[in-house]
């Protein structure tokens, strides 16, 4: 997995067991003085002050209520506001996973199924032999088995990640057009993902945890499954019932005034400036509002925290919110516990589109065993704490994010908070 990738976007957290989401509670509570949010105040502006970061957006609620949302720092022409809306990125990833549980609910495959059941590109998969780097040529070898939709949710389909990843799926993907969400042309991700299926895999299914364009194809799956391109879908199933009127694929032109600054590091200064295209090769800023038609189930969506809050609290709360059921309690358990058995992956293990705290993770961090979440590319992280009932996220809009260490320092102060 890209180390730079992972220094932005591994600040994240998930499960142990369905015994500590579903029962019992801590006898402990969260309480936030007002030393302890200045404590915040002042870990923010000192990255602001040292010229680290220039914008960064924080949001915490305690048992369905906000206790912390502040912006800090300033966009290109404006102060940074609570109410910007931001690039998400692979914070995409868990409403993609979230609508693939919804059509699960309605029995519309079970997850053990092939993808190629669904989607027959998939069919026969071969995974990578021989690479020759002088012109990306390769020979391949048969797959072991099909690649499950279950594998597809917890990166363990053989798949590899265009542009972040290995630099062989890279050569490969490149040399095949498959971009990693942020695209600058039009598309679509019916063309892309049957593209994709016809690529060798990196390693043999169910062999390994590595980040993938795996929920990219359970964002077609959904759009198979339920007749609806992903943007209706979400908008229908998830994001309307839930009230979250601020998160789009494509940013409709009366919110553009809204839409929050990405930076980016001089690669040799690490000053931090204004993104221009460029700063990731083959990647645009620009995606929301470009048109390319391309709903990257992986990474396309832009949203606000107080939105993407009202989904994370939906699954804190079991599947619901406002008295509105978006999934049955059975398939939050099955998206929070542990789903790549023994397969090694950091302190922590990895669930249905969640990395997953253990008890050995736990002890070093003070965050609840059980705890879910994961992050964004642009210096983003989120966590869910279902033992302290804590919804925390953090936004920077950065990237390379050579500080990604002031998330750990927000978690810290969050848990000092534990009375």
Aim: aromatic residues 12%.
């Amino acid at each position: 997995m890209n180390k730079i990738f992972c220094s932005n976007f591994l600040f994240i957290t998930l499960i142990w067991s369905s015994s500590l989401v579903f029962g019992q509670e801590d006898t402990k509570t969260v309480v936030f003085s007002d030393s302890e949010k200045a404590k915040i105040d002042n870990l923010f502006k000192d990255y602001i002050a040292k010229g680290w970061i220039k914008s960064i957006t924080a949001n915490i609620a305690v048992d369905g209520k906000t206790v912390y949302n502040k912006a800090f720092g300033n966009n290109l022409n404006r102060p940074a506001k609570t109410d910007d809306i931001l690039r998400i990125a692979s914070q995409t990833k868990a409403v993609t996973c979230t609508a693939v549980m919804i059509l699960f609910d309605e029995g519309k495959f079970a997850l053990e199924d092939p993808i190629s059941k669904y989607i027959p590109a998939f069919k026969n998969p071969k995974v990578l032999d021989k690479f020759n780097p002088a012109d990306s040529s390769y020979t391949t070898k048969p797959a072991n088995h099909e690649i499950t939709i279950r594998e597809l949710m917890t990166h363990t389909s053989g798949l590899g990640y265009a542009q972040i990843g290995s630099p062989e799926m890279n050569a490969i993907y490149a040399k095949a057009g498959i971009e990693a969400g942020f695209v600058i042309n039009k598309k679509l991700l019916e063309t892309e993902i049957n593209k994709l299926a016809r690529l060798p895999l990196a390693s043999q299914p169910g062999e390994r945890w590595q980040y993938s364009l795996g929920i990219d194809v359970l964002g077609r799956l959904v759009e198979v499954a339920s007749g609806f391109n992903l943007d209706v879908f979400f908008k229908e199933r998830i994001f309307q019932p839930l009230g979250m009127s601020d998160t789009y694929f494509a940013l409709p032109r009366a919110k553009v005034n809204r839409l929050a600054t990405v930076y980016t590091e001089d690669p040799k200064s690490h000053t931090v400036k204004p993104w221009k295209d460029g700063a990731f090769p083959g990647a645009t800023i620009n995606y929301p509002l470009n048109g390319n038609g391309y709903f990257a189930g992986g990474a396309g969506l832009v949203s606000t925290s107080q939105d993407y809050g009202i989904f994370l609290q939906m699954l804190l709360n079991r599947g619901t919110f406002n008295g509105k059921r978006i999934l049955s309690e059975n398939s939050v358990r099955l998206m929070i516990r542990n789903q790549i058995g023994s397969i090694p992956f950091t302190d922590n293990t990895f669930g249905l589109g969640f990395e997953v705290v253990t008890e050995k993770s736990s002890k070093k961090t003070g965050q609840s065993a059980g705890s879910f979440g994961w992050g964004g590319f642009f210096g983003s992280t989120y966590w869910v704490d279902p033992k302290k009932k804590i919804v925390a996220q953090i936004y920077v809009q950065q990237w390379p994010f050579s500080h990604g260490e002031i998330a750990e320092k927000f978690k810290s102060i969050i848990y000092n908070g534990v009375k």
